[in-house]
């Protein structure tokens, strides 16, 4: 035997090639490493300011996973529309809003969510952006991948975000200014909880409502633009109706609603008050208005000054017009949108609604 064929020998006794069957080490802590990660479960939430504060809501579990699907379906997704809280709002995908359909009201900002963080005065969750939430999740796959923590990300606005593990995950607020040394510290300032999943915060996610329809309800307010003494809107009193119905239906009829023997009920509301005081009678009042007790004066002019509007000649005629003119404008919206509806319908006024209706 030459000397190159004993040194070949060698080298093969002492480097065995692996068999197809093996995995060297590397393969054997990456298949374990990528195991024990999985991929955040989205859920979708919109946005609804109440009193100058931003309150973020989920959608039900059916209109995040029709939400999903579509944000799924391919490169048109941002061309999407999606019909959601049972027809009366459309999320346009591609502006992440979403808008009502039967009724004039702000559109609001819609978010496809997975990464949370507590807020600073109340104990509800607020959702990351999607690009941050984004650069959350890669960090957090890449500490669990190498068992790796303590990973420090910072947020846009220069906020600092701390994974020191999977149960420990915080958010810092750098008090601006420096120590006597020159440097700013990046983990001043009171830590706020950082959640990861929608699963892992407290938050009501209700199913949905009933796709089939079989009675729709208009409802009419009265005097002003307040419906209640709380001083809600027409749509906010109109939601509670719905809500009490949708609970009848689980509690009273749940066993025929799961056999889809009965639908559920539709309140719309129909709004008269702005049309009305959109004509340019608010410029009218304003200009004679006294400017004493103006808070006073400003509650009279859009409340008790629609009882003489009515029983004027002038305006009473359009009240009533306004009126008939809106129920046939949602109705009409409402049967193209829902093409299968055969149900009854039926009108509910309240105060001077009432007395219109007559």
Not at 38 to 44: A, I, K, Q, T
């Amino acid at each position: 035997m030459s000397s190159g064929e004993s040194h070949q020998e060698q080298l093969s006794q002492s480097d065995p090639s692996p068999s197809p069957n093996s995995c060297s080490s590397f393969e054997l802590i990456d298949m374990d490493a990528s195991s024990s990660y999985e991929p955040v479960s989205p859920h979708w939430f919109y946005c609804k300011v109440l009193d100058s504060k931003e309150l973020w809501i989920p959608f039900n579990s059916e209109d995040s996973q029709q939400l999903e699907d579509a944000y799924g379906s391919g490169k048109d997704c941002n061309e999407r529309i999606v019909p959601t809280d049972g027809g009366r709002y459309d999320v346009h995908l591609g502006e992440r809003m979403r808008y009502a359909v039967y009724w004039d009201e702000l559109p609001s900002e819609v978010r496809r969510c997975t990464w949370f963080y507590k807020g600073d005065k109340d104990n509800k969750y607020v959702p990351y952006s999607e690009s941050f939430s984004q650069v959350l999740e890669d960090t957090y796959m890449l500490a669990v991948t190498l068992d790796e923590w303590k990973k420090k990300i910072e947020s846009p606005n220069r906020e600092i975000i701390v994974l020191h593990n999977p149960k420990l995950m915080v958010h810092y607020q750098p008090i601006a200014g420096s120590d006597e040394w020159g440097s700013t510290s990046t983990e001043q300032g009171r830590p706020r909880s950082v959640k990861r999943g929608v699963e892992n915060i407290p938050v009501d996610i209700h199913c949905g409502e009933p796709l089939q329809i079989d009675h729709l309800v208009f409802v009419v307010h009265g005097i002003g633009p307040a419906c209640d003494l709380r001083f809600r809107s027409i749509v906010q009193c109109v939601n509670d109706f719905r809500s009490v119905s949708l609970n009848l239906l689980q509690t009273h009829f749940k066993k025929a609603q799961e056999n889809e023997q009965i639908g559920r009920v539709e309140f719309l509301p129909v709004n008269w008050h702005s049309p009305l005081h959109s004509t340019g009678v608010d410029i009218d009042l304003q200009r004679i208005t006294l400017p004493s007790i103006n808070r006073l004066r400003h509650f009279t002019n859009d409340t008790i000054l629609d009882v003489f509007f009515y029983n004027s000649p002038t305006y009473c005629q359009t009240i009533v017009d306004t009126v008939a003119s809106e129920m046939n404008r949602i109705y009409t919206l409402f049967l193209q949108r829902n093409p299968d509806f055969k149900g009854g319908v039926s009108i509910a006024g309240h105060s001077l609604g009432f007395v219109e209706l007559c």
